[in-house]
């Protein structure tokens, strides 16, 4: 089982930039593909970007294509997720997932395929 702990949240400008940070703990961290979701307030949860084991591999929403930028530090536990050029939909609170069964350079945006969560954080764009 693995433990995961968003960070990097908050409140900015429509424009601005922020950095979420994911750290993980418990088991090998190279055994899991990492994902972020978010959810908005009344709306589902929905797939932002996903990072293959090995880093490799990366895939992201089309609504944060060009924007996002997810990236993963193996040695140290943890995967970033850069956001730049922030729009007031990208409001929401930002899910960390852990996904235990994927190959070294698969990664999947479904959100059954994810077996651990971490708490969120919350990030709030206002125009």
């Known amino acids: 089982q693995v433990q995961l702990v968003e960070s990097g949240g908050g409140l900015v400008q429509t424009g601005a930039s922020l950095r979420l940070s994911c750290a993980a703990s418990g088991r090998i961290f190279s055994d899991y593909a990492m994902a972020w979701f978010r959810q908005a307030p009344g709306q589902e949860r929905e797939f932002v970007a996903a990072?293959?084991?090995?880093?490799?591999?990366?895939n992201y929403a089309d609504s944060v294509k060009g924007r996002f930028t997810l990236s993963r530090d193996n040695a140290k536990m943890t995967v970033y997720l850069q956001m730049n050029s922030l729009k007031s939909e990208d409001t929401a609170v930002y899910y960390c997932?852990?996904?235990?069964?994927?190959?070294?350079?698969?990664?999947?945006?479904?959100?059954?395929?994810?077996?651990?969560w971490g708490q969120g954080t919350q990030v709030t764009v206002s125009s």
């Open positions: 990072i293959a084991r090995s880093g490799g591999t990366t």
């Open positions: 997932a852990a996904d235990r069964d994927m190959g070294w350079n698969l990664i999947r945006n479904e959100i059954a395929a994810y077996d651990f």
